[in-house]
Every structure is written in structure tokens, then in C-alpha cells.
């Protein structure tokens, strides 16, 4: 439509008998990779799409982990981790094109810690390195970096851009809970003033997208009431099970919707986690991410409170909300090796060892789709 008929590309007539597609949700259009197709062609463009992907999916974490005062060798780590993991591998492989968003959630999350100041001066070091404490009967600082809410609202409109029903609303999630813990923590509601100017930022940019999908949305809604049931050890198995796309028995959905497969060294690493003192508010974030996996196995529990909101009132597969243990994990993992580091005398030794390993072990997990027999 662009190249051949300098349009906008408004209509697909090639799919359904032709469909809307500017305002179609699952839309690739409005983002700042689809030029890459139009240079590159549909087949290397999308490979090179894959590649920006996961770059901002490696550097978002990095940075992200950084914001958390972790040291740079543990933040490659958290890094890998994320950018390595089975939750993006799974849903990518499986073709979930509108799932590209999810690897830049760890920019969502950074850009909205540094508009909330985090880092700025609000901690002190301690006496080990990569960990700090809150100074004593002080509060943390309340003051916003308006700076930083610009490209919080770029990134939120990239999302909202990159289509689907379901990347968006996970940010939501996760944005909101940050800024709940923060909100918590500063005694202050001034956490939320940075999503609000994030979110004018955003809607001014991504206009030409979100007013089209809104009324494409309000003109034909859809109602949908699966729900599924999750429960903590199988979220954790989920972790470490080595499977590719296919089905799962009991289950509703195909495994690429539970997966989030990460290294096996990440179990003690996680567990030592539970020593550090400032991972705590990862932890509470991680916990929130696991209530609403655990969908209707929790009744009345988050899943049945979002399916009460206007936007998540039509989600399905509670699962995809492991991302948020995915980011989550990742984090407690970095801080873990950093507090490791600070008891060790061979650091750099244990350092190289452990992103090694990790990084082997990542790399080596290829989701590959189950061949189904062929009907004779």
C-alpha cells in the first residue's frame, strides 16, 4: 500500500474478505520499526525488526537494573536474563508479532523510576557494594524529573503502536504497581503525577493510532470469559521447564502462554535474594505479577478485580502476566550476585563464571514448534 500505491494504509482487503487496519489493534504500522520493511523488504525487514527488539529488550534491562544501584557486571546480567529468556522467545516464535511491546517494558519501568527521581540523591551506599538504605528518618525525595516523562510517553505510545490488546495493558499493570509501592513508600501520592504527564505525552503522540483503534474498539467490542488457573509452583516450573510450543496437558492454551523459561543457576540466586534488604520492593512487584497469573485459582482475587475494569474487562490467559516475573526474577537475580560479590574473594572469578553460564544456558533454549503428524 505504501511503496506500490503511496497510500496510507488504511484498509487490508487481503485478510477476513478486508479489514481495517490503521485502526485494527493488532496493527504493526505506527511504530518506528515498520520503515525497516519498507527499505528492507517484508522478510529481512522483519528480521531486523527482531533485532531492534531485542536490543532495547538487553539495553532496557540494563538500564533498568542499573536504576536499581546495581553494579554494571550484574546489570550484563540481569540483561541476559531477560533478553535470553523464554518468555519473549516462546511468544515470538509462536508469531505473536503484537508481543514485540513487551521488550520495552524495562524502558517503561526505567524511564518512569528515573521521572520519580529514584537514584537522585534518595540513597545512601552501605557497607556493601551495589546495596544502599533509605537515610535514616528521612523520607525518600518526592520531586518530579518532568524531563523523564517525555520518553515515558514515547515509549507507551510505541506500545500502544506495536498493536495487540494485551502489551498495553500489561504496562498499565506494571507502571501502576511501581507506582503503588512508591506511593506506599514516599507516604505521597506524587508517584502518580509522572504517569499522568506520560500518558498526555503519549496520547499527543500516538493520536494517529489510538483514536482509530478506540472507535474501532467501541464499534465492535469483543466479550470474552476464559480464565485460567495458575497456582506458584507451576509458575516456577513453568521457569525451568524445557518445552516448546505445544500443547499442555490439563491446560487451555499451548505452552508458549506459560513459559517464561529462565537458566537453572537463576534458583539459588533468586533465593538469595531473600537476604538482600533492597530487593524488597522487587519482590513485592514480583508478587503482584504472580496474584494475577494465578487467574481464577485466586477467586476474587486481582485477575476478577482487573476483569472488572474497563480495558482488561475482555483479557484472557492470566499467564502472559508472568513477564512481570520474568522482569521481576531477573532483578532479585542481579542484586543476589551483587551481594554474593561483596562476601567473595575470588569476585571477578565468580562474576565471569555466573554470566557464563547464564548466558550459555539462555541461549541454549530453542522454542521450537512440536511437528504435528500430517493427516493422511
Not at 500500500?1 to 481495517?20: D, I, K, S
Not at 522478510?43 to 554494571?72: E, I, N, P, Q, W
Request: hydrophobic residues 50%; aromatic residues 14%; glycine residues 6%.
Amino acid at each position: 500500500t505504501v511503496l506500490w500505491y503511496h497510500q496510507f494504509p488504511l484498509w487490508n482487503p487481503w485478510t477476513c474478505g478486508g479489514q481495517v487496519y490503521l485502526a485494527n489493534p493488532q496493527s504493526l504500522v505506527a511504530t518506528p520499526t515498520f520503515p525497516l520493511a519498507l527499505l528492507f523488504g517484508t522478510a529481512l525487514g522483519c528480521k531486523l525488526t527482531l533485532v531492534a527488539y531485542y536490543f532495547c529488550a538487553f539495553d532496557g534491562m540494563h538500564r533498568l537494573a542499573r536504576s536499581y544501584d546495581v553494579s554494571v557486571p550484574s546489570s550484563i546480567l540481569a540483561a541476559i536474563l531477560f533478553g535470553t529468556g523464554g518468555w519473549l522467545a516462546l511468544h515470538f516464535a509462536e508469531g505473536h508479532c503484537t508481543f514485540f511491546g513487551a521488550a520495552l517494558f524495562p524502558y517503561a519501568m526505567y524511564f518512569y523510576r528515573r521521572a520519580c527521581d529514584h537514584g537522585a540523591g534518595a540513597q545512601r551506599p552501605s557497607q556493601e557494594v551495589g546495596v544502599t538504605t533509605p537515610p535514616v528518618g528521612r523520607r525518600l525525595p518526592s520531586r518530579t524529573r518532568w524531563e523523564w516523562c517525555i520518553p515515558l510517553g514515547f515509549i507507551a505510545a510505541w506500545i500502544v503502536g506495536d498493536g495487540g490488546t494485551s502489551t498495553p495493558p500489561m504496562c498499565m499493570v506494571i507502571l501502576a504497581t511501581l507506582a503503588a509501592i512508591d506511593c506506599v513508600e514516599r507516604r505521597s501520592a506524587r508517584p502518580l503525577v509522572p504517569l499522568a504527564a506520560a500518558a498526555a505525552v503519549a496520547f499527543a503522540v500516538g493520536a494517529v493510532r489510538v483514536l482509530p483503534a478506540l472507535e474501532f474498539a467501541v464499534d465492535h467490542p469483543r466479550h470474552l470469559f476464559e480464565t485460567d488457573a495458575n497456582y506458584p509452583w507451576t509458575m516456577i516450573r513453568n521457569a525451568y521447564w524445557w518445552k516448546g510450543i505445544e500443547p499442555v496437558r490439563g491446560k487451555r492454551y499451548w505452552f508458549h502462554e506459560y513459559g517464561w523459561r529462565l537458566p537453572f543457576l537463576t534458583i539459588p540466586l533468586w533465593l538469595w535474594a531473600l537476604r538482600v534488604r533492597k530487593a524488597l520492593t522487587v519482590w513485592i512487584f514480583a508478587a503482584v505479577g504472580a496474584a494475577i497469573v494465578a487467574g481464577s485459582a485466586w477467586p476474587y482475587g486481582p485477575w476478577w478485580l482487573l476483569h472488572h475494569l474497563p480495558i482488561f474487562r475482555d483479557l484472557r490467559v492470566p499467564s502472559r502476566y508472568q513477564v512481570m516475573l520474568a522482569i521481576a526474577v531477573p532483578l532479585l537475580c542481579a542484586m543476589a550476585l551483587d551481594d554474593l560479590r561483596a562476601r567473595s574473594f575470588w569476585k571477578k572469578p565468580l562474576t565471569v563464571l555466573v554470566i557464563v553460564l547464564c548466558a550459555v544456558d539462555g541461549l541454549a533454549f530453542e522454542p521450537k514448534p512440536v511437528q504435528q503428524p500430517r493427516p493422511p
